[in-house]
Structure formats: structure tokens, C-alpha cells
């Protein structure tokens, strides 16, 4: 009887483990600073996640820790992205990108706080006492919930990718767009897919990977901004 107790312990953890794995597709745009980023802090938000979602520590503390993870991954990506040390080095365009998208990510950190306070990651019951939705399923709703974070994560990388250091040669920096090994593309990244530009032109075409303009929302792009030695090429 404890053997087969023991069995089935076993296998629901497998289960467990099996399902994590097929979850956990890495996401990369094929960049290593930004990919680097994503790797080194995605187990982090992951566990603080899972300790709010599991009570281990309190909403109000979750909130703020969340907060504060969220925005210094946010700096660092938009820095990395733009190639500059220092906030103070940012170019005013920047500045304000930066800006929009502390708001932005301060406005999801509440919002996932509110969520999870309200037991919507947590196994649910009918009023009859019924299982509407299991522990594990409220689990993996949390980790789709940290796959939107980290392609945000790789959204402000290619913000800060497409501001560039706000220098004349920078600004004249042709780059172009290189789709990721997503299988469905949109029809923005297939249709920007191979354009050359200068980083002036893609500032000013609304377009980025990850863009929340793109038709695909930009929640499952992983395309990137390459600089090339090439001639303008395509018209958005
Ligand atoms: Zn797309
Ligand atoms: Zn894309």
C-alpha cells in the first residue's frame, strides 16, 4: 500500500516535472545580453511568483518585491538594448520610452498583485465544494503569466535596441529585422522581415520587436533589430 502511495506520489511529480518542461520553452531573440538577462533572472521571478500564488509571503510585500524586480530588470534591459551605461546617458526620446515603460510595468506588477490576491492563480472551488480549477492549473496560469513578462522583458531590450546611444553615428546605424524561430508569424515581423533601415527611419515607423503595434501584439515575437553594413531596403 505504501509502495503504490509512494508510485503515485512519483508519477503526479513527473507529471508535475513533464509539464513544467513542456511550459518552459525558452524564449530568446537570439541576442546574448538580452537573452543573458532573461536566463539569469527567470527563476527568480518564478519563485516570487509561486510565493505569492502559494501564501508564502504577503500580497503587500509581494507587490512591492515584484515592483521593484520588474523595474531593475526593465532598466537594465532598456540600457543593455541602447548600449549605455547610465540612465543619465540616454538620449531625451529615450528618456521618455524609458518613462512609458516604468508606468507600464508598475501598472502589470499591481495588476498581478490584485489577481493573485483575489485567489485567480489558486485552486478554486464551486459552491458545491468542486475542484474548478486545480493547484496545478492555477500554476500554470502563473507561468504563462511570467512568459508575457519575460517577452515585455525583451520588449524593452529591443526599445532601448531601436533608441540606440542617441549619438550621430548611432542614429545613422542602418539595422535590420531578422525574424525569431517563432513557427507563426505575423504579418508585420513576415512583411518587416529583411528591411534594412536607419535607426532614425525605425524610431519613426512605430515599428519594434515586441511592439504592442504589431498585428501579433508582439506577445509571441521573438524577432530582433540586427546592425548591418547594408542600403536602406523595404518601406515598412
Ligand atoms: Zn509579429
Ligand atoms: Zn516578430
Redesign the pocket.
Do not use: Y
Given at each position: 500500500m505504501a509502495n503504490l502511495e509512494a508510485a503515485r506520489v512519483a508519477l503526479s511529480e513527473m507529471a508535475v516535472l513533464l509539464g513544467h518542461h513542456a511550459m518552459t520553452k525558452q524564449f530568446a531573440i537570439g541576442d546574448p545580453v538580452a537573452d543573458a538577462i532573461i536566463e539569469d533572472n527567470e527563476q527568480d521571478l518564478i519563485d516570487l511568483i509561486e510565493a505569492a500564488r502559494t501564501g508564502d509571503i504577503d500580497n503587500a510585500t509581494f507587490e512591492d518585491e515584484l515592483t521593484a524586480l520588474m523595474l531593475a530588470l526593465l532598466l537594465q534591459s532598456f540600457l543593455a538594448g541602447a548600449g549605455v551605461a547610465d540612465e543619465s546617458d540616454l538620449a531625451p526620446g529615450a528618456v521618455v520610452m524609458l518613462d512609458d515603460l516604468r508606468t507600464e510595468t508598475t501598472t502589470s506588477a499591481m495588476a498581478l498583485a490584485a489577481e493573485i490576491d483575489a485567489g485567480l492563480f489558486a485552486e478554486a472551488r464551486d459552491a458545491d465544494d468542486r475542484i474548478t480549477r486545480t493547484d496545478e492549473a492555477g500554476r500554470d496560469k502563473a507561468r504563462a503569466r511570467i512568459q508575457l513578462w519575460i517577452v515585455a522583458l525583451a520588449g524593452a531590450f529591443s526599445a532601448g535596441r531601436i533608441q540606440g546611444d542617441g549619438s550621430a553615428d548611432s542614429d545613422a546605424q542602418m539595422m535590420q529585422w531578422v525574424?525569431?524561430n517563432?513557427i507563426e508569424?505575423?504579418v508585420d515581423?513576415l512583411r518587416l522581415h529583411g528591411q534594412v533601415h536607419d535607426r532614425q527611419a525605425w524610431i519613426a515607423s512605430g515599428f519594434q520587436?515586441q511592439g504592442r503595434n504589431?498585428v501579433?501584439g508582439g506577445w509571441n515575437?521573438?524577432?530582433r533589430l540586427d546592425d548591418v553594413d547594408a542600403a536602406q531596403s523595404g518601406s515598412f
Amino acid at each position: 500500500m505504501a509502495n503504490l502511495e509512494a508510485a503515485r506520489v512519483a508519477l503526479s511529480e513527473m507529471a508535475v516535472l513533464l509539464g513544467h518542461h513542456a511550459m518552459t520553452k525558452q524564449f530568446a531573440i537570439g541576442d546574448p545580453v538580452a537573452d543573458a538577462i532573461i536566463e539569469d533572472n527567470e527563476q527568480d521571478l518564478i519563485d516570487l511568483i509561486e510565493a505569492a500564488r502559494t501564501g508564502d509571503i504577503d500580497n503587500a510585500t509581494f507587490e512591492d518585491e515584484l515592483t521593484a524586480l520588474m523595474l531593475a530588470l526593465l532598466l537594465q534591459s532598456f540600457l543593455a538594448g541602447a548600449g549605455v551605461a547610465d540612465e543619465s546617458d540616454l538620449a531625451p526620446g529615450a528618456v521618455v520610452m524609458l518613462d512609458d515603460l516604468r508606468t507600464e510595468t508598475t501598472t502589470s506588477a499591481m495588476a498581478l498583485a490584485a489577481e493573485i490576491d483575489a485567489g485567480l492563480f489558486a485552486e478554486a472551488r464551486d459552491a458545491d465544494d468542486r475542484i474548478t480549477r486545480t493547484d496545478e492549473a492555477g500554476r500554470d496560469k502563473a507561468r504563462a503569466r511570467i512568459q508575457l513578462w519575460i517577452v515585455a522583458l525583451a520588449g524593452a531590450f529591443s526599445a532601448g535596441r531601436i533608441q540606440g546611444d542617441g549619438s550621430a553615428d548611432s542614429d545613422a546605424q542602418m539595422m535590420q529585422w531578422v525574424l525569431g524561430n517563432t513557427i507563426e508569424h505575423c504579418v508585420d515581423c513576415l512583411r518587416l522581415h529583411g528591411q534594412v533601415h536607419d535607426r532614425q527611419a525605425w524610431i519613426a515607423s512605430g515599428f519594434q520587436p515586441q511592439g504592442r503595434n504589431l498585428v501579433c501584439g508582439g506577445w509571441n515575437c521573438d524577432c530582433r533589430l540586427d546592425d548591418v553594413d547594408a542600403a536602406q531596403s523595404g518601406s515598412f
